[in-house]
């Protein structure tokens, strides 16, 4: 032990001797300086000082005052001076690879080092770390992953959280596996970075931990709205009643035009364009043209506008546009090319910034351009806070991020662009005012602004049970719902409408084909039809069809597997019959999972056992099935030859071509209920049941007393829409009695 010792000792004394002769050297020095000149330098030691006391330390501060580059450094730099470089480990992770990896790079060269040296980088099939790296750069799923086989996180001294603002899944899972990890690793450090002021929450989260605050500062923005730009262009505005009908579609026949345009062209396409849109009533087909990022939509018309607007101005510094994702920034990328003050090099240092780029492009982002040249970087929300580029004085936002959201046709989480959050919107506009007061362009109405959400929704809140449940799973973190307990914010495990509708199973007791129709409802569908055999696809699902419910053909197709999978038939059962494997196996166990809800809530007796497989009453379910989706209802209007559909809201509806319902040529019963519409061209319903009058009404609403009359007189909303006599007579004659 004491020949480790030495070495360790030995080992430490060197690194803390090539520090110091970089510290005195004349460059070390001259980086030391850039590096005082940040708001975090002056916080260093009272940082230092906290994080030697407390096991837990907060840190908030304006983006760009140096969290990132310097937090993790000072700590190395104590470390190392204190002669325990040897036998410290630092971990800072990031919620993107791209940031892991440039991050790390330039901590490296202000310690005028090679990366992998003392400071190194692991994302994921790739990394750049040495035998004596003691500070290590990573992204969160890396940490979670080296949690599994590494529960104590041995030899491993401080981990640093960066950008817990931000919330995502992965970060949020991290907190609450850390959490539990401090008791059993009293000396670990803990340090939770974050840009903007919710540092409150993690703070009480974590027994009131320390927040220490890094004051930055901006110079003031100067903010334009999309009425304010239009106003620049030239444009004049079109009050909403002066639009025919055919505005529209006019406005995307006017802006297809050729490449090349000079900016007076540019004005007359936006003109045009605007002129059909209205801007005065901001309708949603106005949103929509704003929300879309193409080529062909005035926002990227306008985005070239201002862009050669600013680079003919004498003011000086360099552009930040923020776009949704990598197709639209190459896009626009190529249009600016063509534009002949854009795409000239001599004239315009255009750039890219988003996940995917190579490390060389980069590095060019933090490069000042040459004399008399302007630099515009083309970047994702990854510039909103993780990556700062010194130079910027104009922000063009086009108001969107690409977030994890829900794809209801499919069932499953994609990346889609949507509205960013007013926090967002000013983290954007601040990247504006960092040497000089700068200018910001929104390219959206201020209305718009006003409806964005305060902040946006935590990634554990708004993604799909299904993906949340499989995360939980593949890392092994025991059972879903109490893990899902101990989090910052813990997501509803079930929704009140489905939560309802395990309820009333109970009480009438048929919850075991309910419960299958529940975790149904929450997984991605299990009646594959793949494109080449759709029609043996349907038709092995009508098999399960008796009834014209989509959700009891679900409980019949369950029940098989279930049976096969006794004998170890389940992958061949579901091979015949067009079933996904995964989605019964997820099924099963989501199954188990609310029936242990529903017992730890008393709502169930404990004794509850699910094996009424097969003896259940499928008229009972079908009128518990209309219970808990009512009021998604639409009403089956019969003529010659088939049927149509309609709903309230969105008139005429079509049926999703896999439904069973989809098949009948005549549904015999007047009403269908549905869970999820999608809107793809048309409005399309997915699963459906049908059921009868008299299930609708009785069934049509809550059973709380105190709602009845409320749900009776929505009710009798719908049977009036719908001009069913017979049941509205019945309607009233109940509303009488009540
Ligand atoms: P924070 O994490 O607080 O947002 P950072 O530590 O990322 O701040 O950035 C601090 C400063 O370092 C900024 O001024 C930024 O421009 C600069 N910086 C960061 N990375 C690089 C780099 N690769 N090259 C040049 N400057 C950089
Ligand atoms: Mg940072």
Redesign the pocket.
Known sequence: KGVMEKHLWRRSMQLRDKQQAWQESPEGRKMLELRRS?P?YKEKDALLAAISRDQVVIIS??????????IPQFILESEIEAVRGAVCSIICTQPRRISAM??S??VA?ERGEKLGDSVGYKVRLEGMKGRDTRLLFCTTGILLRRLLVDRNLKGVTHVIV?EIHERGMNEDFLLIVLKDLLPRRPELRLIL?S?TLDSELFSSYFGRAQIIH?PGFTYPVRTHFLEDVLEITGCKLTPYNQIDDYGQEKMWKMSKHAPRKRKSQIVSVVEDALKAADFKGYSPQTRESLACWNPDSIGFYLIEYLLCNICESDKPGAILVFMTGWDDINSLKEKLHANPLLGDPSRVLLLACHGSMASAE??LI?DEPGDGVRKIVLATNIAE??????DVVFVLDCGKAKETSYDALNNTPCLLPSWISKVSAQQRRGRAG?VQPGECYHLYPRCVYDAFAEYQLPEILRTPLQSLCLQIKSLNLGSISEFLSRALQSPELLAPKLGKMLLVAAIFNCLDPVLTIVSGLSVRDPFLTPFDKKDLAEAAKSQFSRDNSDHLALVRAYEGWKVAERDFAGYDYCWKNFLSAQSMKAIDSLRKEFLSLLRDTDLVDTNTTTHNAWSYDEHLVRAVICYGLYPGICSVVHNEKSFSLKTMEDGQVLLYSNSVNARDSKIPYPWLVFNEKIKVNSVFLRDSTAVSDSVLLLFGGSFSKGHIDGHLKMLGGYLEFFMKPAIAEMYQCLKEEL
């Open positions: 940040l975090a501060g304006e983006t760009g005052c140096g969290k990132t580059t310097q440039s991050v790079e330039r060269s960066d970075m840009a890094v980069q590095r933090f806070t993780s990556i700062t580029i010194n960092r």
